[in-house]
């Protein structure tokens, strides 16, 4: 069964910057489109960005220009960089497939201070 494992999260102060890391096992990994989602308390679930298996990537409005997500499939790990944080991006952080999810992670908190 797959599982994925969230890490890299924290507290910074606005304009700081986090990378996060999610590291899959115990899937076909590289054929897969991937996502960071996050969700913020009394908030739904967003998607933030997504990578295709070939390395096209897409991004929410609200974090274009600040956040790049990125992809090794030797490793089975997809990464978000985070730059120019805003409190506003404060969340719990969660990586997975764009369908067909795996079982969810633990998440990583991300908490951004005025």
């Known amino acids: 069964q797959t599982q994925l494992v969230e890490s890299g999260g924290g507290l910074v102060q606005a304009g700081g910057s986090l990378r996060l890391s999610c590291a899959a096992s115990?899937?076909?990994?590289?054929?897969?489109?991937m996502a960071w989602y996050r969700q913020a308390p009394g908030k739904q679930r967003e998607l933030v960005a997504g990578?295709?298996?070939?390395?096209?990537?897409n991004y929410a409005d609200s974090v274009k220009g600040r956040f790049t997500i990125s992809r090794d499939n030797a490793k089975n790990t997809v990464y978000l960089q985070m730059n120019s944080l805003k409190p506003e991006d404060t969340a719990v952080y969660y990586c997975?497939?764009?369908?067909?999810?795996?079982?969810w992670g633990q998440g990583t908190q991300v908490t951004v201070s005025a």
């Open positions: 115990g899937s076909i990994f590289s054929i897969n489109t």
């Open positions: 997975n497939k764009v369908r067909y999810y795996f079982p």
């Open positions: 990578i295709t298996s070939g390395g096209s990537t």
